[in-house]
């Protein structure tokens, strides 16, 4: 039998300055957001554009606000209404955790239909090319957690190669699920959407790439969630499920839904191509 190895204890905290710390999951936050904004900026440009790319910096702070507000509702209101009904004021001590990416989608989606709005460009084609970016920033937020040690799996046998001991989860071997999340709903996903994206035949379609976004997300997730240890204060849900596996639903329906809708839209014809971005050559 092969040893169990056991968990680095990595500190949580990347730097102290004073007063200020800088942790590992904040940062997580700021690269991704920062690394997906670089790639929105080229995929904007491809034929055919659904923005500028100034109108792609501007929406660094669009998306950020739509993250941070919609990830930590999400968490108060899909994970412990009840807790934090009795205690608002703990929903704003965000840097004790607490984040649901099902309500930071909810968040990034209204952003992008209000930035939408207010620079009148199309909302599916411009959900499109951030969705490509997304896992990105999914990747590196589940390394923070596996930094962090928390969001652990459910008990593995101690023959499996990489089983591990968690020191806040007790003495038994589990499943390293943080990482199975990094390499599936990052990694794995983001390959997908990018070499989808690299079609011109799949960016005429507006919601397509948003479509299989949603999708390809449920469907890792919902794989996840047989290895993730729920949480505590909800555990398992009737039937065996888990709240993460119940979230997904709604994305998946709404993921094929909108490729059905995409595939019988007429094609997106994109905004006009400036003369310098013609001379380049955007297309692939």
């Known amino acids: 039998m092969l040893p169990v190895l056991l968990f680095p204890q990595f500190d949580p905290v990347l730097v102290h300055l004073g007063p200020l710390t800088i942790r590992w999951y904040a940062l997580s936050y700021i690269i991704g957001i920062v690394l997906g904004i670089s790639l929105l900026r080229r995929l904007v440009r491809l034929t055919p554009r659904a923005a500028t790319t100034d109108q792609a910096d501007d929406f660094l702070g669009w998306v950020t606000l739509g993250v941070l507000l919609g990830g930590r509702l999400g968490y108060v209101l899909f994970y412990q209404p009840g807790y934090y009904l009795t205690h608002p004021l703990s929903i704003l001590q965000v840097w004790k955790g607490g984040m649901s990416f099902h309500g930071g989608a909810l968040g990034v989606i209204i952003a992008m239909a209000l930035f939408a709005w207010r620079y009148k460009i199309s909302f599916l084609a411009f959900a499109d ?156």
């Open 129 to 284: 090319r951030v969705t490509v970016a997304v896992p990105v920033g999914l990747g590196l937020g589940r390394i923070a957690n596996f930094i962090n040690g928390e969001l652990w799996g459910r008990e593995a046998p101690a023959s499996l190669p990489w089983a591990m001991i968690f020191p806040d989860a007790g003495p038994i071997p589990r499943h390293p699920s943080e990482l199975y999340e990094a390499l599936t709903e990052g990694l794995l996903l983001f390959i997908i959407m990018f070499i989808a994206s690299r079609k011109q035949s799949v960016r005429e379609r507006p919601g397509f790439l948003a479509g299989l976004f949603l999708a390809g997300y449920a469907c890792a997730r919902s794989f996840c969630e047989f290895f993730r240890e729920p949480d505590a204060f909800l555990g398992f849900l009737p039937g065996g499920v888990t709240m993460g596996q119940v979230l997904c639903v709604p994305m998946l329906l709404a993921g094929v839904a909108l490729m059905v809708h995409a595939r019988r839209s007429p094609v997106y014809a994109g905004l006009p191509e400036p003369a310098s971005d013609t001379a380049q050559g955007t297309k692939a």
